[in-house]
């Protein structure tokens, strides 16, 4: 190995990772390398008669991207997903290994769910697991507290129930519903989307559009017996080829939705849930077969579209961050020739930036 190309040793990549503000121990370092998050260190010549051990350049930056991420899960699978969308040198097949057991461990988790309603309500799991469903899908939509869902449009208790039954049937289930038109409306004022149909942004057409019944109708990509399907059958091509689509979608998608936000109101269009997507890892780990499932289907061109508008706007923020810098005296004389609804949204932007919520996840969690 050449001077250029010298990699850290231990001791050096645990004083990046505490200058980063992390605290890693070289038992730490055992574990992140048995579980293939960290790359195994390359012998490298002798110091006296003691070996000297030297990581792969880059490996402090996938340390610190790594630590930042457990702080949020310390599931193996989860983390290998999101060092894969970083750009991290992670094979497809490791991403695809990690993906099947995550969706392994989640049909497990679903079923011992059913299993415990079942003995709770006094139901046999095989012959009455609809009436158990609906039971649990009640339970879930009463929640109230931090574990409880979202509530961003005002929904009937009896609607939320029986939007979230059908939510579970269709994507957590794989099963087939003869739903309407009008438990489709339901679902999506349940789940937050439904401004998306009349409000605008720009003088754009609202976003979401045709009948609502096309969301029962996805269920045929992303339930979790669909993903596990596709996931057995996924091609390295097929990974590598997802692998940019999905960044976009968990990392970048987020921060327009936050970004409208800020500008426009925490739901406008029924974005909410989309500013939220990045600080749930598992969200990440899910839009790896849904978005290689939407692939096989021919939607390329629609989710490039999406990866292509989202693009610009981490250099937006990174803008904002200059901005920041600047003296308030600067800022006010740059504004102060802007119309005057101009010089609001970039007040508005500027706020939001100082609060940290254009952060990156970690980040944001730290600032909290």
Known sequence: MSADDAGMEAPELIRAAAEAGFTVSDRTLEVLRSQGLVPRPVRDG?????PVWRYPVGTE???VALLGWRERTKNP??????????????APGAVRDAVSSWLAVTVHTLEREVNAEAGRKGLDPNSQRGEIVKSLASVVAAKRGPAALPRPVRVTAAERSRAMEQMLRLFA????LEATEEDAAVVERVIGVSPGRRQRVNGAEPWLTGPASDLF???QFVSVPKMTETMAQATDAEMEAARQLVAAMFRFLPLVARMMGAVLGDNYAGMAGLGQLDEQPDIAVMLVPMVVAMLRAGWQENLETIAAAVQPFPELVASLGRILEMPRSEIDRNL?????QVRRNAELLIDAAL???FDEAPRRQDRS
């Open 46 to 50: 002798n110091r006296g008669r003691r």
């Open 61 to 63: 930056l996938q340390l």
């Open 77 to 90: 699978n989860v983390l290998c997903v999101l060092l894969w969308l970083n750009g991290f040198t992670i």
């Open 173 to 176: 289930f794989g099963e087939t």
């Open 217 to 219: 109708g996805a269920a």
């Open 336 to 340: 102060s020739g802007q119309p005057a």
């Open 355 to 357: 609060e940290g919520r």
